[in-house]
């Protein structure tokens, strides 16, 4: 596997986290409702097409924001709720996320 697609795996496993954490404590479901699961298909299908994986740290720092608009509504109302809440179930994740997002900021301010 090339690091772009690994980069890309592991953009989808954190997608996939964050929206079935949100799922668990905002649908009290074990597993990703239909709704939930149908937004990580729909999230892992924009991954996989993603032109700029390489150049790019996470959808959510990406100037082009590829979602359709009612998806991405849906994908960051997950991301508020899920994201300070990923550090208590999934700190390492969390803690890169944090510092990549970081970096990746810098980069694009110059």
């Given at each position: ?23 668990r ?66 700190p ?19």
């Open positions: 596997m090339n690091r772009t697609e690994a980069k890309r795996q592991r953009e989808k496993r954190i997608v996939a986290e964050m929206i079935a954490l949100y799922c404590n905002q649908h009290k479901s074990s597993s990703p409702c239909p709704e939930c699961a149908a937004l990580i298909e729909y999230a892992h299908q924009r991954s996989d097409k993603c032109l700029f994986m390489e150049s790019k740290t996470f959808c959510s720092n990406c100037r082009v924001h590829c979602y359709r608009s009612d998806m991405r509504e849906q994908i960051r109302r997950v991301m508020r709720y899920s994201g300070p809440r990923m550090i208590r179930t999934h390492i994740l969390a803690m890169r996320h944090l510092i990549e997002s970081k970096l990746e900021k810098r980069r694009l301010q110059g």
